[in-house]
């Protein structure tokens, strides 16, 4: 823990705070202001801390290579915290309001991902308000480390994360992009696997339909001819498919998906041209839609519209990691069964031996891709609720993979304890969390506590 007098008084409040919600009974939750959670809880109301005082970046060494930062940081504010001093967090996920702690409790990936892991792999150490009420400083080696390598992916219930120490690479003023386009399936991934060799400082790339297949490498460069501007006007996906290369300042490459959330922006109209003037380049950005899918969720105007037009819905916001051997065939069973598009892509770099983490369990020395798709399927058909992501679900199984649990998920009790290792999950939950003052993770990530 720093030796840093206001973090101390700020950890000291939220002992206090979490020892009163405990004693009140219930069961323990945290209160965000923002959430990139992308299910619907059907649980009773919990005791929730408010730990949104937990939002500075503490320290930045650059010689070391680490920043110190609170867990309620979002990463709009770390990365204007580390540009200044030359560098940025080894991993910063795709949009702004995603938070450190939320980064780690869940699954966070960008582009340097293939090189640099998943953002728990750039995690050096940890203090986490564990539900029993204690703080504690976890590190890979020391006598929390099972609490280290199982925080990843538990989503809350083994505690929240109030300062991490994760790893930070340093840049440069600039961003060039490469943009090369694939008609095979087979050779495209072939592509990918052999740019993670490459020098490349970032490398994803798109999947417009089964013939257009875009990857991007880019690296970092002290000079550009111009830099492109996409946080209007323009929109960044369409330029893989308009331009063979491109510039970008290193801050707008890192934030390059953040203004139309990717593509998703396109179901609230603001790739609109008159929408996105009205608009203003000031609300073009994740946290504006994330306000309206909540207000959309509450109200059901889509669930409405949809009920008038005759057809079904599901929602399947998936993010899908498979061994990169098998890529091809799983992208083939996405377009075949699942039909939504585009499709983001993303290597992730091969575990290295050693403990992993446990509950996001993935075979060291093998190369994993992200597939991401993000929308609501359509049919005119009437299907049992969550037919087409249990459907991916298995297929991901199937073929060694694993996906993430910020959405819905359907995995009965015995799957989802095969692939997320629960009876390891389990032994750590039982040590931080003795009177069950949070949720188990099946709870909340399947049953929706």
């Not at 560098?87 to 869940?106: E, F, N, R, S, Y």
């Not at 075979?363 to 991401?372: A, E, F, I, K, S």
């Not at 297929?395 to 910020?406: A, D, F, N, Q, T």
Request: charged share 25%; aromatic share 10%; hydrophobic share 40%.
């Amino acid at each position: 823990m720093p030796d840093d007098g206001a973090y101390r008084a700020r950890v000291d409040a939220a002992v206090a705070s979490a020892a009163a919600a405990r004693d009140a009974g219930g069961t323990l939750g945290v209160h965000k202001r923002t959430s990139n959670l992308f299910r619907d809880r059907d649980g009773a109301p919990k005791r929730l801390l408010d730990l949104s005082a937990f939002d500075h970046v503490v320290d930045v060494d650059t010689r070391a290579g680490w920043v110190d930062v609170e867990g309620l940081t979002t990463y709009e504010a770390l990365v204007d915290a580390t540009l200044p001093h030359g560098v940025m967090p080894a991993v910063v996920p795709q949009l702004k309001t995603i938070t450190v702690g939320g980064a780690i409790a869940g699954v966070g990936i960008e582009a340097t991902s293939f090189r640099q892991g998943l953002v728990h792999d750039t995690m050096l150490e940890l203090d986490v308000l564990q539900p029993d009420g204690r703080v504690v400083t976890a590190t890979p080696d020391n006598e929390h480390a099972d609490l280290f390598h199982a925080f990843p992916n538990s989503y809350g219930t083994l505690g929240y994360a109030l300062r991490a120490r994760v790893r930070t690479l340093p840049v440069k003023h600039y961003v060039h992009v490469r943009h090369q386009r694939f008609s095979n399936i087979a050779a495209y991934f072939d592509a990918v696997d052999a740019a993670c060799d490459g020098d490349a400082d970032f490398v994803d790339g798109v999947v417009f339909d089964a013939s257009t297949l875009v990857l991007s490498t880019a690296r970092f460069t002290d000079d550009a001819p111009h830099a492109s501007d996409y946080t209007y006007r323009n929109i960044y996906y369409r330029s893989l498919l308009a331009r063979d290369e491109d510039w970008l300042t290193a801050y707008g490459y890192l934030w390059r998906w953040d203004t139309d959330w990717f593509w998703c922006s396109k179901n609230l109209g603001a790739q609109n041209p008159l929408v996105r003037t009205l608009l203003g380049r000031g609300r073009l950005n994740s946290r504006t839609y994330t306000k309206l899918m909540r207000w959309n969720s509450r109200v059901g105007l889509t669930r409405w519209m949809t009920r008038m037009s005759g057809r079904s819905p599901e929602s399947i916001i998936q993010d899908l990691d498979v061994p990169i051997a098998h890529a091809p065939e799983f992208l083939r069973f996405l377009l075949d069964a699942i039909g939504i598009l585009p499709i983001w892509i993303c290597p992730i770099r091969a575990a290295p031996p050693g403990p992993g983490f446990t509950v996001y369990p993935m075979t060291p020395g093998v190369r994993y891709v992200n597939l991401g798709l993000w929308d609501v399927k359509r049919t005119d058909e009437t299907y049992e609720r969550g037919h087409f992501n249990r459907m991916i679900e298995a297929e991901v199984m199937r073929l060694g993979g694993i996906k993430s649990l910020y959405s819905d998920s359907y995995f009965s009790r015995e799957a989802f304890a095969r692939a997320y290792n629960l009876a390891g999950y389990e032994a750590v939950k039982a040590r931080v969390d003795p009177r069950h003052a949070a949720l188990g993770l099946y709870e909340k990530c399947v049953l929706r506590k």
